[in-house]
């Protein structure tokens, strides 16, 4: 069994940060690309960000130069440290891992979401 764990979200005044965390444990043999998206009230869920086991990143246009995405394969964790946050960026943020369990099985697993709320 695989699980991911994300911990970080919270209330946070426009302009504010915030630091994201997403741990994954069970049974993994190895973990390929991590990332993050959002979803907000009454919009489909949206790519935030990504890495691969290597480190390479990629983020959307819209949180480019904000948010950054990093992981610690040692750890099992990947992070999303996010700037300047502003109301736009409020959501519900789940991670996800591509994972090869040690059974030699390959998917992809979703965290169980942390609500961001951006206001004053």
């Known amino acids: 069994q695989v699980q991911l764990v994300e911990s970080g979200g919270g209330l946070v005044q426009p302009g504010g940060s915030l630091r994201l965390s997403c741990a994954a444990s069970?049974?993994?043999?190895?973990?390929?690309?991590m990332g993050w998206h959002r979803q907000a009230p009454g919009k489909q869920r949206e790519l935030v960000a990504t890495?691969?086991?290597?480190?390479?990143?990629n983020y959307a246009d819209s949180v480019k130069g904000r948010f950054t995405i990093s992981r610690d394969n040692a750890k099992k964790t990947v992070y999303l440290q996010m700037n300047s946050l502003n109301p736009e960026d409020t959501a519900v943020y789940y991670c996800?891992?591509?994972?090869?369990?040690?059974?030699?099985?390959?998917?992809?697993?979703w965290g169980q979401g942390t609500q961001v709320t951006v206001s004053s």
């Open positions: 996800n891992a591509a994972i090869i369990t040690t059974a030699r099985s390959g998917t992809n697993y």
């Open positions: 069970g049974s993994i043999h190895s973990i390929n690309t």
């Open positions: 890495i691969t086991s290597g480190g390479s990143t």
